[in-house]
């Protein structure tokens, strides 16, 4: 069949499948849902300290993976997806247990021993630990723009490991327990980066949410004491973490992965910290060193020279 002058053309195809690059000025959508992934990523941080004053680290996990299981089920239920299945089920179960569980947890213990800021720095270790190991397993390769923007970045985070965020002191358990984090999330973004490949961002990201959900029912009795005796803001502030860094920041992470290399996806949260640091200033009045502002703006320069390659 020939074609005629009514049909489509190929110049609408990527404005017809959201990819807003080719108009000037508009960012694409995969980046628009980077930049919600890193600021909510990052407002976690802040409000996971201020819970901490009422939550301990297990029942603060099972009440804000509550509330993102509620929001992404019924999201998972209006656009209905079939579930994965074999390996694919096995992976984003795996991935819900050591990211959405175990690094959840662990972050909330470290953060009763870490500052906002600090915490933040050692969680981003994890971005260079994905970059490096897809590039060895998963073919991405090390490219030149990939390798200069982590470089830079990577200089602003020891910067900020150096002369210290300015949140106080920190102690060598949260230290321990930070860098666990960071192993737990590099872990938790290569399997779903594997994953992906056959299951939907809304499907992978509510699964492996549920899952983290059931791993930590055991904290059922003592978060359903400490809800009795917390205020409604620290309540209402652990429900956000569900909703917002959870529920919403996993799914547009999820949809951006998708769409890119798991190593220049990870590298662009190495701005999370620079974004928590001055978060907790203005929200908790941790003030940041010279060091903190400096290791910031290297930071913020790393994923700006990675993100415009």
């Known amino acids: 069949m020939t074609t005629t002058a009514s049909e489509p053309t190929t110049t609408d195809e990527p404005i017809s499948r959201g990819r807003l690059l080719d108009l000037p000025g508009v960012p694409s959508l995969p980046v628009l849902a980077v930049v919600v992934t890193v600021l909510l990523w990052a407002s976690s941080f802040v409000v996971i300290r201020s819970a901490g004053e009422q939550f301990s680290p297990g029942p603060m996990a099972l009440l804000r993976l509550t509330a993102g299981t509620v929001v992404l089920v019924g999201i998972a239920l209006r656009y209905r ?18 990211w959405f569980a175990g690094y959840t947890v662990l972050l909330n213990w470290a953060e009763q021993h870490l500052d906002a800021g600090t915490a933040a720095l050692l969680v981003n270790f994890a971005p260079i630990l994905v970059a490096v190991f897809a590039g060895l397993f998963m073919s991405e390769g090390f490219r030149r723009p990939l ?55 809304v499907t992978a990201t509510w ?21 009795s005796q917390a205020p409604v803001s620290s309540i209402l502030a652990v429900v956000y973490l569900g909703v917002g860094p959870t529920a919403i920041a996993f799914t547009t992470w999820a949809y951006a992965l998708t769409r890119s290399d798991a190593g ?46």
Do not use: H
């Open 147 to 201: 390798v200069v923007g982590i470089a830079i970045a990577f200089v602003g985070v020891v910067t900020i490991a150096v002369g210290g965020s300015g949140g106080g002191a920190n102690d060598s358990l949260g230290i321990i327990l930070g860098l666990i984090t960071a192993v737990l999330y590099a872990a938790g973004v290569l399997m779903q980066k594997v994953a992906l490949r056959t299951v939907d961002a």
């Open 264 to 309: 220049k996806m990870a590298a662009t949260t190495l701005v999370v910290p620079a974004i928590a640091i001055l978060m907790s200033w203005v929200f908790l009045g941790e003030v940041p060193t010279i060091f903190g502002f400096v290791g910031g703006a290297l930071c913020l320069g790393g994923v700006w020279r990675l993100r415009r390659s």
């Open 207 to 227: 699964v492996g949410c549920f899952a983290g959900f059931l791993a930590l029912l055991p904290f059922s009795g003592a978060a359903i004491s400490e809800v």
């Open 81 to 98: 997806r079939p579930l994965p299945r074999g390996r694919a089920l096995g992976l984003v179960v795996g991935y819900g247990l050591a």
